[in-house]
């Protein structure tokens, strides 16, 4: 058995953060100096430790190799402009499911990246004095991935669920210019996603009013462009303060989205509960992963029906099996 | 596929393996249970010291992380005779791995050899979550400057270790798994002083690693029991008198679902192998 190098107790350290100064410093920490025979002693131990594949981290794609050996991951794009809760959504999924929410007919069957879905569950946890934690912006750095993965079971069959997420910044400048070198993750997500959730922040409504409208519009277009019949469903974020928002603003932005994305389905949603099961909180988070997931597993087939045909000829009215539909 | 009959209790610290391995031995000892001592040990030097604690009214002490200890015990069950291997290791090695996700060459040995697993998992001891989810409403803390800096969840970690082991043994997650067997034994049940069952208590403690086992385990492959060791703890002198007036073998019991309160403990052994 490897042990740990640093000789604090229960510290892990370099494998882990440096538990003294709670963070990857540990060559300034004084157990870890103190350290240094151990040190060689794991060294020679190491040969015979066998490391897990994956961290508990979240993935960057050029780590899903861990899961393609198995079959190909589905990866659910989140889109939306800075600050629309698109980390927040994850984290209150999270949070619904670690509490016993389901997601009907996908029973929770694994995670490779545990750590980093109670990383971000830890910002929705209430602290000792009542507050929550306000959330850290995703980085915008054009190299930040962060995609967490669920193993979901699914008429028996096992599905690896990844929620891509980056920063809303990053999906601004992408949709200015699609080949901006500083938004790679951003065309990354798009280039391979197999379904989106597209974010509309209701507070950014009401405080900027019509000039959200044209950052949504935006991204919405620039998302449709090369969108290949890939399902996208709309999510109302902050919905808890949706009666505050100028009315003819959301009229004009529900027209354009749903000229954009035909049939797409849009739902509110909130962190806010008035009671046990509340609309917003607690059934439409998991009604946004349910409906986003069902669409990935039933794609919608594209139906051109026949034209009616106006003859006499036997042949040419027959209509095969569409006869009957 | 057939199962062998090696069994194998995984259980991080302070979970009661000592324990529940010395009540074990006593009850073995005695010959009145469903299991009883076909012929006495070779060695029993890894339980012995437990179970001589437990007789002097005194409870176990925590396993040294580097020990790893195998007592054989041969045993009868319904006139078959064979060899149960008890075997007892630290509890920290079982948070060593997935503290540093890796393992060694004794617990992919541990992992593959045996088909029966019995999880023990501490009720009591699992730390209850508050957030936004439960609760209706929060302020934001603007500064970010008190939020505490705890480690990962208990039910996350319990759902790693699964993976972990799934994976030392390889065996695979995609279709439902048969073997290894899981018996998921709560312990120091006593401390709960519920009437729910077993299944119950998972349900309300763990939602989601509960979750997990049913969506990955083939029904009827695992299961669910309850397991007090020793009774109640051994903290006063009048409960230690107890211990040496009616003796060790006299105390502890299990939450079954043929019996919420069945006293003759190697039933867990047996219900390990009928699974």
Redesign the interface.
């Known amino acids: 058995?490897?042990k740990?190098i640093c000789t604090k107790e229960g510290c892990?350290a370099p494998?882990?953060f440096c538990l003294e100064l709670?963070g990857p410093l540990h060559e300034q920490c004084q157990f870890f100096a103190k350290s240094g025979a151990t040190e060689a002693s794991a060294k020679t131990s190491k040969k015979?430790?066998?490391?897990?594949p994956?961290?508990?981290e979240w993935l960057r794609p050029e780590q899903l190799e861990i899961l393609t050996h198995?079959?190909s991951p589905r990866i659910i794009g989140l889109v939306g402009s800075s600050g629309a809760g698109k980390t927040t959504y994850l984290a209150?999924l999270y949070?619904?499911?670690?509490?016993?929410?389901?997601i009907e007919n996908w029973?929770?069957?694994?995670?490779?990246t545990?750590?980093g879905?109670?990383l971000q569950?830890?910002t929705?946890?209430?602290?000792?004095?009542?507050?929550?934690?306000?959330p850290d912006a995703t980085p915008s750095d054009k190299d930040f991935y962060s995609l967490y993965h669920l193993?979901?079971?699914h008429d028996?069959y096992?599905h690896d669920i990844l929620f891509a997420d980056s920063s809303g910044e990053v999906f601004s400048k992408w949709a200015n210019n699609v080949n901006d070198p500083a938004a790679e993750n951003a065309r990354w997500i798009y280039d391979n996603a197999h379904a989106f959730l597209f974010f509309v922040d209701c507070e950014a409504i009401i405080g900027q009013r019509g000039r959200a409208r044209r950052d949504i519009v935006q991204v919405a277009e620039q998302v449709k462009s090369s969108l290949r019949g890939r399902p996208v469903v709309i999510v109302w974020s902050k919905a808890d303060l949706a009666k505050n928002m100028r009315e003819n603003i959301v009229d004009a932005i529900k027209r354009n989205l749903s000229e954009i994305f035909p049939g797409a389905i849009s739902l509110e949603i909130s962190?806010?509960?008035?009671?046990d099961s509340?609309q917003l909180?607690?059934i439409n988070n998991i009604s946004v992963a349910e409906t986003v997931l069902n669409l990935l597993a039933n794609p919608q087939p594209l139906r051109i029906a026949p034209a009616s045909i106006q003859a006499d000829d036997f042949f040419l009215l027959y209509r095969g099996s569409y006869g009957s539909k | 596929m057939v199962a062998n009959n090696e069994i194998l209790i995984i259980g991080p610290p302070k979970t009661g393996k000592t324990t529940f391995l010395a009540q074990l031995y006593g009850r073995l000892l005695d010959k009145k249970g469903k299991l009883q001592l076909a012929s006495a040990p070779e060695n029993i030097d890894g339980i012995k010291s437990a179970y001589d604690r437990l007789t002097d009214g005194e409870e176990t002490e925590p396993t040294p992380s580097t020990v790893n200890l195998e007592v054989k015990i041969p045993v009868i069950h319904e006139g078959r005779e064979f060899v149960l291997h008890c075997k007892d290791y630290g509890g920290e090695q079982v948070r060593d791995l997935i503290a540093l996700m890796e393992y060694d060459k004794t617990w992919i040995e541990r992992a593959k050899t045996n088909d029966r697993w019995i999880l023990f998992i501490r009720p009591s001891e699992i730390e209850q979550r508050f957030d936004l989810s439960k609760k209706g409403y929060a302020e934001k803390d603007q500064k970010g400057t008190n939020f505490s800096t705890s480690g990962t969840s208990d039910q996350s970690q319990f759902i790693e270790l699964v993976q972990v082991l799934m994976r030392a043994r390889g065996t695979g997650m995609k279709d439902l798994i048969d073997t290894p067997r899981l018996l998921i034994a709560l312990t120091c049940w006593d401390e709960l002083k519920t009437d729910s069952t077993p299944g119950e208590i998972l349900q309300q403690k763990m939602p989601l690693f509960t979750q997990f086992i049913a969506a990955s385990w083939l029904p009827g492959a695992f299961n669910i029991i309850g397991v007090s060791a020793q009774e109640f703890p051994l903290k006063t002198e009048k409960d230690r008198d107890k211990y040496l007036d009616e003796m060790p073998q006299n105390f502890g019991y299990l939450v079954l679902d043929d019996n919420p309160k069945e006293k003759d403990l190697t039933r867990l052994i047996e219900k390990a192998l009928s699974l």
């Open positions: 058995m490897a740990e892990y494998k882990d709670a015979l430790a066998t490391s897990i994956w961290t508990g198995r079959g209150m949070s619904l499911l670690f509490n016993g929410r389901r029973d929770f069957a694994g995670s490779y545990l750590n879905w109670e569950a830890k929705l946890q209430v602290q000792d004095d009542g507050t929550v934690r306000n193993a979901l079971r028996g096992l962190n806010y509960s008035k009671s509340d909180c607690h």
